[in-house]
Structure formats: structure tokens, C-alpha cells
């Protein structure tokens, strides 16, 4: 069984490859990047693999995404993830669930700066996913957290996606009925709002 998550979470599940001479992007994160409570394969990750191959770029996508994780988990986990798939470019889409439990903001963004100067050290290039929470957590709360990606992205010479949930957040047809988590329709759009940032580090390699 342990081997198994190993192996999902490492994103060599389903018959994928462990050893490749494409380069890889791997994707850090929580539920949002997962494919939390929608089909297996509909998520915006995927989304973002099929417009690789249709668009003739030889990246392989590895998905280390956790349903609930942290800040805190993805810096456990990013070590491991490093050295097993050596990308070129690392994605990473935590910290919303460290705002839902209002954990100090000040241990997520040290944890966000490790990780990218993690996978900078290691000779990736770093996407970092910027991520919104209402007002009712508190405006100060809310609107550092909010500024916490933009301001980490200019110190870490990072590229930056604004808000993963731009065009969806506002509109409750997207979601399940949790309120919290996209729905099918949804992941399109989230994969417009990464796709439009990823594609030019793409290009200029």
C-alpha cells in the first residue's frame, strides 16, 4: 500500500514512465491540483499534458499533487520529488490550505521561499501559483495572504499565476457542492490561467 501512494504521488502511476529523456515539469500541490472529487484524468493538470503533446512539446507532466496537503507537507515531500524526477520546471500550488486552518502566514511563506529555493538549487525553474481566500477569514488575513505570492514571486525572481481560480471563483456553477473545490467545468479555465504563464518559460528554453 505505501508503495502504491509512493508511486502516485511521484506520478508513475498508470503506466507512466519513471525514467524519461523529455524533460519533466512536475507539479506540487493540494486537492486543486489533484482531481479532487471530479473523474480521474479531467483535472487541469491533465488538460495542461494534452495541450503539451498537441502543441508538439516533448515535456513530460508529473502530478505530486495531495488532496489537504500544506506548506509545510509539500516541503517534506519536495526533496524526495526533486531528486526522483529531476525537472526543469517545478509548479507550485500550495498554501491554501494552510489559510483554511489560519496558520501563521509567516511559516507559509518561509516554507514556499524554501521550496523555491529548493528547486532553484536543484537547477529548476520555478511557476508559483498564486491563491485568494474571502474576507471572512479576516481582511488583514485575506490581503496578506493574497500579496504573500505576488511579493514572494519579485524576491524569488519566480514566475508568478496571479490567481488559479481567476475567472472561477466568482461563479458557484463551478464548483462542487462543497463551495470549495472546482468542478469539471471549471478545470479548463484553471488550466487557461496556468497555460498562459507556462507556455512562454516553454518557449524560451
Known sequence: MFASVLAFCFGVAHGQATESSNPTILVLGDSLSAEYGIRRDS????IIQQRLANDGLTYQLQNASISGDTTSGGLSRLPAALEHHKPEIVIIELGSNDALRGLSLDMSRNNLARMITMAKDSGA?????GMQIPPNYGRPYSERFRTMFIELAEEQGTELV???LEGVALDKSLFLDDGLHPNENAQPIIADNVWAVLKPMLSSD
Open 43 to 46: 483535472g487541469w493538470v491533465k
Open 125 to 129: 525553474r520555478v511557476l508559483l501559483v
Open 162 to 164: 496571479p490567481f488559479l
